[in-house]
């Protein structure tokens, strides 16, 4: 069967952990929001100190990184319910998909301020300063080794340093070991773990796992705050998604996973992930396409990966933000999707627990699923008119309604958009079509020609210039591989980022003027560069890049991770081509990081693209050479060799 089965779950918000988290079920009193003011923000000096935090007291014992502490609650409360409804789960084929929009900020911040001050920078501040450190420490304080860990340069064979036990007194070493067999972290910021959870049904529906672990995390960081208020997204009092006077969001911080298997496993399952689809809107890199067509586009392949009709969706999970263009966008989307004459219930559950960014999509989802199994469309916080402009069906009230399927709506910066369908009960659906993939041309840059770049792109000099260092690798990258194979041969494509170390130069740019002048004086220009997806969906707007679009990165080799990724996306009919693309920007922070962790291995300033496409041939292993197959199972060791772009030359079979 196809559809993905979740088995197990655990989860925790502003609302409490477990089922608390994300039930907003309740036929009693109104909808429960965890917004309140925030005065660790106001002693900071952010202009509209509000915030939805996590409970402070967690299950096990915590470490210096509030993000592996949200990330390991969610396990600790999964872990157990697998031992039970799947014993033996640890030798099955494991796959992680999770997403992530900040992985490793508060220690980032950290080591920013060691750099800023001239200190020698602690090793394992560094360590954990990454966007996959905590994917890496939580996961292996259950016995599930990740492959973007590290080793002490000093002491080979050890790790730096050792997480924290998951509960006080049980040591990580004395847990049974777990390998995934596959793993991928994905960087789209908003959209972070909607894409982890569809990315883990594609892997399921190839058999390429028995056991997937998807979901998302994020904590509340003063430079993710400082940034959102810079661009005016948050809102001085409380969010209002979809009605008058909404004038932005308010932070969450939060963690989710479930655990999904196909369904001839066996077990009884909590709910379906029946159908996935993304897109990009390739419009702007920060505000939505006013169309809502992005959104559409995600929305409407994920119905068509469900077999579902759009008829049949009662409740529609949305986005929104409460910003005023993307819920406009969103009403369009939805209106769009659902058809003339049918109104499901719209549920924005934002306005409960915040936008909580990397986990954003997965608790959305647990909430959704949560009122599909009760039969319960769940009130909208809020009292305000609608907007006639964002008109959807909210209630005031949660009550009985028949229920067959849920509509998950994501978006995020660079345009991202993605959708799931969520269903109940029995599938009786074949498996989805798997295709060969083949690398169809490449092109690479050592550096960035400006007025080149402007000749490609058509982009003014003076536009150019305003665009990231990383990001603009990126986009001459992609314009080498144009003149390789063609505009024509990139039409409908979408692109995935590869990184190791990612933006770490942008941010620690970023956080100086923080530093310096306050969280007010933040540049908001930078900000949105500050997210890994800004290169990728960069490169989607000025080559028209529509089909999926986000970054991943769980190690140091994430260029090789978004090669295996964008071939799955074309093996599984997600999109007829993709292009992958690798920067790195060499600044000083990630040249410093490199030269304290991974001494000695190659890292260096430059930027590759490659085109992928179906192939006509068997599926084989990957030949070194440009015309080659990518194996979609392919190894990578984030321990070893060329780090970031250079890692996929390697693969292609070039010196760089």
């Known amino acids: 069967m196809s559809d993905a089965c979740v088995i197990a779950c655990g989860a925790v918000s502003a609302l409490g952990c477990g089922r608390q988290a994300y039930d907003v079920t309740s036929l009693t009193g109104p909808p429960r929001s965890a917004i309140v003011d925030d005065s660790a923000w106001a002693e900071a000096g952010l202009a509209k100190p509000r915030s939805a935090r996590a409970p402070t007291a967690l299950g096990g014992e915590p470490s210096d990184d509030r993000a592996t502490d949200l990330l390991a609650e969610a396990l600790r409360q999964l872990v157990p319910q697998l031992d039970e409804r799947l014993p033996g789960w640890r030798e099955c084929r494991i796959g992680v998909s999770v997403g992530t929009s900040s992985g490793g900020m508060i220690n980032a911040e950290r080591l920013f301020v060691q750099r800023a001050s001239d200190q020698h920078p602690d090793l394992g501040t560094a360590r954990r300063a990454t966007y996959f450190a905590p994917l890496v420490d939580a996961f292996g304080m259950f016995g599930i080794t990740i492959g973007g860990d590290l080793e002490d340069p000093a002491d080979p064979g050890s790790r730096l340093p050792d997480p924290p036990s998951p509960l006080v007194g049980t040591p990580s070493e004395s847990l049974p ?31 390429a796992c028995d056991l997937v672990l998807a979901g998302g995390y994020d904590a509340l960081s003063l430079f993710v705050a400082a940034g959102f208020e810079a661009i005016r997204a948050t809102s001085a009092t409380r969010p209002r998604p979809f009605r008058m006077g909404r004038d932005g969001m308010v932070l969450g911080e939060g963690a989710g996973l479930v655990a999904m298997v196909r369904e001839e496993a066996g077990v009884e399952p909590l709910f379906r992930v029946s159908g996935f689809g993304a897109s990009a809107d390739a419009v702007h890199i920060t505000a939505p396409d006013r169309t809502g067509a992005g959104l559409v586009r995600a929305g409407r392949a994920a119905l068509r990966d469900s077999h579902c009709p759009p008829q049949r969706i009662g409740l529609v999970s949305a986005h929104g933000t409460a ?73 005031a009230a949660a009550e009985r309604r028949e229920l067959t399927a849920v509509l998950k709506l994501s978006a995020a910066f660079g345009g991202v958009t993605a959708s799931l369908v969520l269903q109940g009960g029995a599938s009786g659906r074949s498996p989805k079509r798997c295709r060969p993939v083949r690398v169809a041309g490449y092109g690479q840059v050592a550096d960035v020609d400006r007025t080149a770049l402007a000749m490609a792109t058509g982009l003014p000099l003076d536009r150019l210039a305003r665009i990231d260092d990383l990001s603009q690798l990126a986009i001459g990258a992609v314009a080498a591989l144009v003149d390789e194979v063609g505009q024509p041969a990139m039409k409908g494509a979408g692109v995935v980022g590869g990184f190791g170390l990612a ?88 040249s410093q990081w490199v030269e304290l962790l991974a001494p000695g291995r190659p890292h260096r300033r430059g930027a590759v693209a490659v085109l992928l496409e179906p192939a006509s041939e068997p599926a084989g292993p990957a030949a070194q050479d440009g015309g080659s197959l990518v194996e979609l199972d392919m190894a990578i060791n984030h321990h070893v060799g060329p780090i970031g772009h250079l890692s996929l030359l390697s693969w292609l079979g070039r010196s760089g």
């Open 177 to 207: 070991t777990a390998r995934p067999v596959k793993c991928c972290q994905v960087l789209a910021a908003c959209a972070s773990s909607t894409i982890a959870i569809g990315f883990g049904l594609r892997w399921l529906q190839r058999g």
């Open 323 to 395: 910003t005023p263009y993307n819920d406009t966008a969103e009403a369009k989307a939805i209106a769009e999707l659902c058809g003339e004459g049918s109104a499901p219930v719209v549920h924005p559950f934002k306005a409960h627990i915040g936008h909580t960014l990397g986990a954003a999509g997965v608790l959305e989802t647990l909430a959704a699923a949560q009122a599909l199994d009760e039969q319960v469309a769940p009130a909208a916080v809020g009292t305000e008119p609608i907007d006639p402009e964002a008109r959807v069906t909210l209630l």
């Open 503 to 590: 933006t770490l130069d942008i941010n620690e740019r970023f956080y100086a003027r923080l530093l310096a002048k306050g969280p007010r004086w933040v540049d908001p220009r930078l900000f949105p560069a500050t997210s890994p997806n800004a290169g990728p969906g960069h490169c989607a707007i000025l080559f028209g890049l529509t089909g999926p679009c986000f970054a991943v990165g769980s190690g140091l080799c994430g260029s090789l991770e978004a090669l295996s990724v964008a071939a799955e996306l074309v093996a599984a009919t997600d999109a007829e081509r993709m292009v992958v693309v690798a920067a790195d920007d060499g600044g000083p922070a990630s």
